[in-house]
Each structure stands twice: as structure tokens, then as C-alpha cells.
């Protein structure tokens, strides 16, 4: 049976997967080996479990690398020469990136196969398409992808029939929505490229009152969702930063020092951008469903990772009837789309019933009991077996329902940048001090930044608004009226409350640890045909409480990847403020270690984020 090594490299979340004629067999991200976030080197670690995933006897027949490096060349050097003389770092990070593109990468590919001919490469916005629509169950599918920029593309919209995939349109660099949003990311004083997320956090603070401002200087928006940036204000293009000295007088105040408290004029700034991006993305979504003829739209590319954007075309996009998101949506998931384009040009056939099921993302490495436990002794920790499913459920319910904070490591790691179960943080959702107990003192991260549920689906409606089927962690849904207990933003203000943690804590309801300031959470559905056992738990823990949810937050700690081995996930729980750790069928507690086990939480220096 042939089989295709995707490899994504050199730029952003470097990863591997591998995919055969029925199913993806395997895809990680390198940074959980390396432990470096976000790693953009080769893949070796990566490649290396994807080869062990392989059936015995089987090899590898191609390789498909996620971009067209002499596109991306091409692009590159014409940027660089239409800025010089002014632009010296564009050049020297052009110089970097061709040397890479021309020496390391063929390197290491030939590395992998030694005939030339194995080698494919995939367009990258191309590649993201084929992540959405093959994955899906749509036989026929509208694909937007969306993210900064691929080899020229910014924004391209696809149609899906079968198993082709046909390009309608497309905005191309320097005109970008990702890097428009990674630019206001950078002014409200959060890293670009890993702080996105802190934006979306942010936004439900705030008034999104720049909205016209921006429509009016910044972008040109057309009702189709055609755009142009208006590249005064920007820098991505000519230097290092995003931004330029104009775009902090076009808003009256300078970029925000990472160090500053956050105002609330950054606050109005995030929602206001947030609300921008919901309208583009919205206009695009519906141009695309009616260029392909369609009411099913798939979604790729790093923008189809905001979630609020996601939930705002569910609710307004007319004729949009099917919605599937590629998990990994960014370029970690362009490694599986290549893989799957090579795989369908190899044998002009892709499986239509399903096609390639996703498998909930659990697509990364599994360990066994004997890993575990090898990996327990060498950590001096004190541990206890338990043999039975039933009886191992019921510890871990009697330590959630006990208010303990637990890391839970079990079966295949998640693809992609959201913890799912397998490699998760859980906890009670109701006490009104978890979210600060978790963020504080366990993620040693911001207090004001939300928390997301998982939740049993057929709870699902009887707690939260439309939509309420999100499996990846990719929309977000408003907790229902009844469950509130804390004031509106609004009120609050006129209360007088205005900073980010008295508001954080005021606006309260059932489930404080995992709502945010407007009453929304990024949900993840969890129903009996999960692949792990947290359909079990949380069914256990909905029986002993009354409670369907959980508070769910990747395994790690700020500035670091998600824990992908055993010895990871030991080393997260020695050095935080973690009070179980439920590591496959083994459970240590922090209360049962020696002194010097407990001496150590808090001492370690984590690296921001």
C-alpha cells in the first residue's frame, strides 16, 4: 500500500505526518519532541515516530513538502529588492531563508529518499485546502484558507468536488488578514506569531470602537470580502516589525510595552480588530459557498484558528448549512494537505466513505504501561497502579469533585495547538477560585485569560447557545442566561470596574473557570465515539455532580510546548502547581511525595509566551 511522508519545515510549527491510501496514520508537530515552541527546523524528531507508525514491511513511496520553495523564492527576493536600499534586515533574513530553502531542505529530504523523482512539492495555500476538504465528509465543499502568507497567497478560495480541488480566487501578499491582525497583535504589546491568542482573549474586554477607523484608513473592504491593506501603516513588508511609526498615531497612543499594564484603550483595540476580522471572514465565507455552488464550507490556514471569527460565520452566514475546520488548521496541518495531495496524484483515488477521518486528532504518540511506569522510577516519585477502568475513573471523579487540579496523560497525543484529553490540564469548572488557582498558580500565566470546557454533547444544548457541536475546540458558544451570575461588561463599567482581573472576577456564573467576561467559551464537544476516555470521565463526573463539564487547558506550562512523552509530562507536574497527575493507569498526588518533590513547584523560570 503506498504511503506519503508530509513534511511542513523552515518557517512555522515544523511537523510530519504520514498518510496511506485509507487513513492518516500518524502527524506531530516537532516542537513536542524538542521541547522548543513553535520549532521551525527539520523535522527529524517528527519523521523519525511517523516512520515507526508504518506498517511492518511497508516504506515510504513520496514525500510531499507543504510549499513550492522556488515560488517562495521568487516572492521573497522580489519583496526584498522592491525595498532596498532601506530594507538591510529584509535581506539578511532573505539570505538566511534562501540558504535554507536551497541547501538544508533538498539535504535533508534526499536524506529521507534518495531518488529525486519521490520528491514532490505542494503550493502551501493548496496544501492547507486539501488539510480541510479531504479530512471532511463533504463530497463537494466551498475551502476557504486564510493565514499570513504561503509562497504569494494570502486568501484563496477553493472548490471541492470529489477529489479535486479547484482554485476561484485569491488576494495575494502583502495584502494579508493574518498579517493585519499578527500587526495589531504586535501594537497591543503580545509576540507575534504565539500571542494571536492573547488577542482573542482580550477582545470580550473591550468596545470595539476603532471599527470605522480601521475600515476607513487601514483596509479597503469590498462586500465580496476582497481587501487591500493600506501598507502606510504597516512594516511586515519592509522590516523585522509589523508595524510602522503611523499606525500608533493613526490610534493616538504608542505600541504597548510587553511589560505595561494593559489599558483600556488595548482592551478597545482587540475588540475592535476582532470585530474586523469577523466581518471579513464572514464576507469571504459567504463569497465562497457562492462561487462553489454549495452550502458546505471547509476551512484551513492560520485565521481559521480564532474561533470567535469561526462561531460569527456559524450565526450569520446565510445558506451555510455544513462547517468543518481543519484542527490543525496552521502550517503544521499544511504537512497532512500535501501528504494528501501526492497521495491523491499517486493513485487518482481518495476513499469517499469516510475519506481520511481525522480520528478526533489523536494522531501523535501513545506510550505504554511499561513507558509509563520506567518513567515514574526514574523520576523517584511515589505512584499507585490501578488495574481497573472503573475503578481508576472513580479516583480521578473523587479527585476533580475534591477540587484537585490535574494533569491528565493518556493514549495518542493531540495534532495541533489544542489539548484535547490526552494531554490536558482538568479540573472542576464551578469553584469561584479555579480560574485564578489554575492560570496563577499551575500555568503560571496572565489571570484575566479564559479557560475553555469540554463538555458531554448531549449536555450540550441545555447549557449554551448555537453552535453547540465543536469537537476541536474551535468555536465559541454563549453560556445560556440562567447559568449567569454576574453582571454585563456594560454594567460593570458603569460600576466603575475597569481593570482586566476585577472584571475577569465579576462577571461570574456556574461554571466561572470557564467562561469569559461576555458568558462565551470555546467549547469542546465530547461524545461516546471519542477516541479517549473522557467521554468515561466526564460521564462519571456528570453522575457524581450534576456538573457535564470540565475545565480542559493544555498540558504545559507558559513558553512551552504541549508534554508529549512520559518523563514531559513528570517534569510539568514536578515543577507546578499541579495536585494530581493521572498519567495512563497510574495516579501520583503531590500530597504523597517527599519533601524535595514539593520544594521544587514554582522554582523553575518559564520562558514568556
Known amino acids: ?59 515510504i513511496d513520496a514525500i510531499a513538502y507543504y510549499e513550492n520553495p522556488q515560488t517562495k523564492m521568487a516572492r521573497i527576493l522580489e519583496n526584498a529588492r522592491a525595498q532596498f536600499p532601506t530594507g538591510a534586515p529584509i535581506w539578511k ?83 494579508s488578514i493574518g498579517l493585519l491582525y499578527s500587526a495589531f497583535t504586535q501594537y497591543c504589546g503580545f509576540k507575534v506569531n504565539s500571542g494571536e491568542y492573547k488577542m482573542m482573549g482580550l477582545a470580550p474586554f473591550g468596545d470595539p470602537k476603532f471599527v470605522n477607523k480601521i475600515l476607513d484608513e487601514m483596509i479597503d473592504l469590498k462586500p465580496d470580502g476582497a481587501f487591500r491593506l493600506n501598507l502606510k501603516y504597516f512594516n511586515f513588508h519592509r522590516g523585522l516589525d509589523s508595524i510602522s511609526p503611523l499606525f500608533g498615531m493613526l490610534f493616538g497612543q504608542r505600541k504597548r510595552d510587553p511589560d505595561e499594564p494593559i489599558s483600556r484603550h488595548f482592551m478597545d483595540i482587540a475588540a475592535s480588530i476582532q470585530a474586523v476580522t469577523n466581518l471579513i471572514m464572514a464576507s469571504l465565507a459567504e463569497e465562497a459557498l457562492k462561487s462553489a455552488e454549495t452550502n458546505n464550507l471547509c476551512m484551513a490556514g492560520g485565521v481559521a484558528l480564532n474561533c470567535v471569527a469561526n462561531s460569527f460565520i456559524t450565526n450569520t452566514v446565510p445558506n451555510l448549512e455544513n462547517l468543518w475546520i481543519q484542527p490543525a488548521a496552521g502550517d503544521a496541518g499544511g504537512a497532512l ?74 493514549g495518542r497525543m493531540e495534532f495541533g ?34 479557560f475553555a470546557p469540554m463538555i458531554l454533547a448531549s449536555e450540550t444544548e441545555t447549557y449554551f447557545e448555537s453552535p453547540t457541536s465543536s469537537d476541536y475546540m474551535l468555536l465559541t458558544s454563549s453560556l445560556k442566561k440562567e447559568y449567569r451570575d454576574g453582571k454585563p461588561l456594560d454594567i460593570l463599567r458603569s460600576e466603575g470596574v475597569d481593570t482586566l482581573v476585577d472584571l475577569q472576577s465579576s462577571s461570574t456564573s456556574a461554571f466561572s473557570a470557564v467562561t469569559h467576561v461576555d458568558f462565551t467559551s470555546r467549547l ?86
Not at 38 to 52: A, V
Open 1 to 59: 500500500m503506498r504511503s506519503v511522508l508530509g513534511v511542513s519545515a523552515l518557517f512555522h510549527d515544523s511537523t510530519a505526518c504520514i498518510v496511506d491510501q485509507n487513513s492518516i496514520l500518524a502527524a506531530a508537530q516537532e516542537e513536542r519532541f524538542t521541547r522548543l515552541k513553535g520549532d521551525h527546523t527539520f523535522p527529524k524528531n517528527s519523521i523519525d515516530y511517523c516512520m515507526r507508525m508504518l506498517p511492518s514491511g511497508s516504506s
Open 93 to 175: 533574513q532573505s539570505l538566511r531563508t534562501i540558504s535554507e530553502l536551497n541547501q538544508t531542505l533538498p539535504q535533508h529530504l534526499l536524506g529521507i529518499v534518495e531518488n529525486p523523482d519521490k520528491i514532490f512539492f505542494v503550493g502551501h495555500h493548496r496544501s492547507h485546502a486539501a488539510s480541510a476538504f479531504y479530512p471532511s465528509q463533504y463530497t463537494d465543499a466551498a475551502v476557504l484558507v486564510v493565514d499570513g502568507v504561503g509562497e504569494w497567497s494570502t486568501t484563496t478560495m477553493w472548490k471541492g468536488s470529489g477529489n479535486t480541488l479547484t482554485p476561484i480566487k485569491e488576494i495575494k501578499f502583502p495584502h
Open 337 to 410: 494537505g500535501a501528504a494528501l495531495v501526492v497521495q491523491n496524484r499517486l493513485t487518482g483515488h481518495i476513499p469517499m466513505s469516510p475519506r481520511f477521518p481525522m480520528r478526533g486528532s489523536y494522531l501523535g504518540p501513545n506510550y505504554t504501561d511499561a513507558d509509563i511506569e520506567a518513567a515514574l522510577k526514574r523520576s523517584e516519585l511515589n505512584y499507585n497502579k490501578i488495574e481497573s477502568e472503573t475503578d481508576l475513573l472513580d479516583s480521578l471523579v473523587s479527585h476533580l469533585q475534591s477540587g484537585k487540579i490535574m494533569g491528565h496523560f493518556d
Open 524 to 609: 469542546q464537544t465530547v461524545s461516546a465515539q471519542s477516541e479517549t476516555r473522557m467521554f468515561q470521565l466526564l460521564t462519571k463526573f456528570h453522575e457524581a455532580t450534576g456538573c457535564p463539564l470540565l475545565l480542559n487547558t493544555s498540558f504545559n506550562v507558559r513558553g512551552e510546548p504541549i508534554v508529549c512523552s512520559p518523563d514531559d509530562a513528570i517534569a510539568c507536574f514536578m515543577n507546578m502547581n499541579m495536585d494530581v497527575l493521572a498519567i495512563g493507569n497510574f495516579v501520583v498526588t503531590k500530597e504523597g511525595q517527599p519533601a524535595w518533590v514539593k520544594s521544587k513547584v514554582g522554582k523553575k523560570k518559564f520562558n514568556a509566551d
Open 417 to 450: 495547538p489544542r489539548a484535547l484529553g490526552n494531554r490536558s490540564i482538568l479540573a472542576d469548572p464551578r469553584p469561584k477560585d479555579m480560574l485564578n488557582r489554575v492560570n496563577l498558580g499551575t500555568k503560571f500565566r496572565e489571570g484575566w485569560r479564559p
